[in-house]
């Protein structure tokens, strides 16, 4: 009786010790909590810190401006993809017609265009002097004033843009929501005397709401975080009013507060996803593995479902890429010279090394939750919440207390040494990769749990068993299994680098630019043939990561069709 119960005692001890978070780890999730958080609570902290007269300056002339047009701009921008994105969703999950499978993941492509990026080609396709207008004028005979135009450059143009990129936000949850809706459910609206439209509104969109939502929600979180659209089409928003009040007004203190302001607008967008739901639940209890009921499309439908589909994805991603490899390819301006190779060369070390450090802070921080406590599951929720905040309000929260920090240090040695060491964080990558780590650690954090989440806790107990401890089982046993999830982590982290301007624009050292600064530069200069180039290379880095996705959401009854 006592050796089993020294048995049963021992295999207890196991199983504790293996969900027992490792001291090491649990202060590095601790860590990087705190340092995701220092950016958020510097700007708060700002809030009521009295000025240099500015905010009083920006509240009288520009603030109702800002708010006026930052919430007109959610507010299309949300119209937008909603009806994009759910409209294409359910066409190709619901629908036969010719062409299907290649809008299944063409209607990706988008994602991989910066917003910019598009806007800087549509300026230059739309303009004055360009292309369309030119060719209408030489048939028409008309001049300038005779005829009106769309103006690309304002705030309608903005939501334009805006909505063509990140509308596939809403598709992917979209489709997968009704991928996973269940079959009998359908047929039973069919039977109730639904057709196509009637079930879909009836059944299918109110079951999908949880994802439309969701996928609304980060679309518009991206949307106030831009800088490069809004301020190339001179609309006046919450990040072009932090840089300005940074540059022009050099008044710190009010960048903050103005950075404080679209932190509001941002928990305004996160406190709407939730209110939608309220107390509703929507689950899926069919384990049905294909959709079987579809409607094959004929006659006029096919191509009107054919023409739907090819909008977004010419609009979005066909045409403005072939419009900015037009102007690489003939004009005698364009850069892919040593100062070409050079951007690219700091691009990718930028990325390569914060997306480096992500994965291994998100395999620490990911592991040690694994069972951890409640300091540990708090660290890993704040951690996960760096992707939430605009790189802009990241800048501003990351540059205060960080050169306080340099100067207190240059003053130390200097006081010690006698010589000036100069600015050693701000004045170098240090502070610029602090930054993208806390704007994207949540994507590398995310990739990693669901890593870690198909791994069974026995195989900890396992290891364990066999005398290796917390971090040695994480080396040894997780981290070799996780070599996927860490390389599609990693390869997230660089494309994301590789496409951010707000926090770059503000926080690179002197002399040090990246391809979306330079593309920023030229096309601010309408220089834009020059900047094809870079925006060129920035789009084709972010197709890599984009077709491994679009063959991960590929239909995936089909392919459990095949297997049965």
């Known amino acids: 009786m006592s050796s089993t119960q020294g048995t049963v ?53 520009v603030l109702g401006d800002y708010v006026a047009n930052s919430l007109l701009l959610m507010l299309g921008v949300a119209v937008g993809v909603m009806f994009g994105g759910v409209m294409t969703a359910w066409i190709t999950t619901m629908c036969r017609f010719p062409g299907r499978r290649i809008f299944e993941w063409a209607l990706l492509l988008p ?23 030119t060719l209408l004028r030489e ?31 809403v598709y992917l949850l979209a489709r997968a929501a009704f991928l996973e809706q269940s079959d009998g459910m359908l047929e039973m609206a069919r ?55 940074w540059f022009s007004l050099g008044d710190h203190t009010a960048a903050a507060q103005l950075s404080a302001a679209l932190l509001g607008f941002v928990f305004l967008v996160l406190l709407l996803e939730r209110l939608t739901r309220a107390r509703a639940r929507f689950y899926n209890t069919s384990h049905r593995k294909q959709l079987r009921h579809v409607y094959p499309l004929r006659g006029v439908w096919a191509p009107l479902a054919v023409a739907f589909c090819a909008i977004p994805v010419v609009f979005g991603f066909l045409l403005p890429a072939g419009v900015m490899l037009h102007m690489a390819l003939t004009s005698g301006d364009a850069q892919f010279g040593a100062r070409y190779v050079q951007l690219t060369l700091n691009t990718v070390t930028l990325a390569m090394l914060t997306a480096a450090l992500a994965v291994t802070l998100a395999l620490a921080v990911g592991y040690a939750a694994r069972g951890g406590g409640v300091a540990v599951r708090a660290a890993n929720r704040i951690a996960g919440l760096g992707y939430a ?95 996927r999830s860490a390389l599609a982590a990693g390869l997230l982290v660089c494309v994301d ?56 959401i590929l239909d995936p009854h089909r392919v459990a069709g095949k297997k049965s």
């Open 9 to 61: 005692s021992s295999l207890t001890a196991i199983r504790l010790s293996a969900g027992t978070s490792p001291a090491a780890l649990t202060v590095v999730a601790v860590m990087v909590a705190a340092a995701i958080a220092l950016p958020v609570l510097t700007v708060l902290q700002n809030v009521f810190v009295p000025s240099q007269g500015a905010w009083r300056h920006l509240a009288q002339t």
């Open 191 to 245: 039977i109730c005397g639904y057709g196509p439209w009637g079930t879909f509104l009836r059944v299918a969109l109110p079951l999908a709401r949880p994802g439309i939502v969701a996928g609304t929600s980060l679309a518009l979180m991206e949307t106030l975080a831009d800088f490069g659209t809004v301020s190339y089409f001179g609309v006046q928003t919450f990040t072009t009013g932090i840089y300005r009040a």
């Open 139 to 169: 048939f028409t005979g008309w001049r300038g004033g005779q005829y009106w135009f769309p103006d690309v450059r304002s705030l309608v143009g903005a939501m334009v843009m805006f909505s063509l990129v990140l509308y596939p936000y």
């Open 111 to 133: 994602m991989a265009m910066p917003a910019y990026v598009m806007a800087y080609a549509y300026t230059d396709l739309l303009q004055f002097s360009g292309p369309l207008q």
């Open 389 to 483: 905040v605009p790189g802009a309000v990241i800048a501003v929260g990351v540059l205060i207390p960080v050169t306080r920090l340099d100067h207190a240090v240059a003053a130390v040695w200097q006081s010690a040494t006698g010589a000036n060491p100069g600015l050693l964080l701000t004045g170098g990558i240090a502070a610029l990769v602090y930054a993208y780590l806390v704007r994207f650690f949540a994507v590398s954090l995310q990739t990693i749990d669901a890593g870690l989440s198909k791994i069974t806790p026995n195989m900890d107990s396992a290891a364990r068993s066999l005398g290796l401890g917390p971090t040695a089982t994480l080396a040894r046993v997780h981290a070799p299994m996780l070599w």
């Open 497 to 552: 680098v590789m496409k951010e301007l707000p926090a770059t624009f503000v926080m690179r050292p002197f002399n040090f630019d990246t391809l979306a600064v330079q593309a920023y530069n030229l096309a601010s200069d309408e220089r834009l043939a020059e900047a094809s180039t870079a925006a060129l290379t920035i789009v084709a880095v972010g197709l890599i990561p984009l077709i491994a996705l679009a063959r991960m």
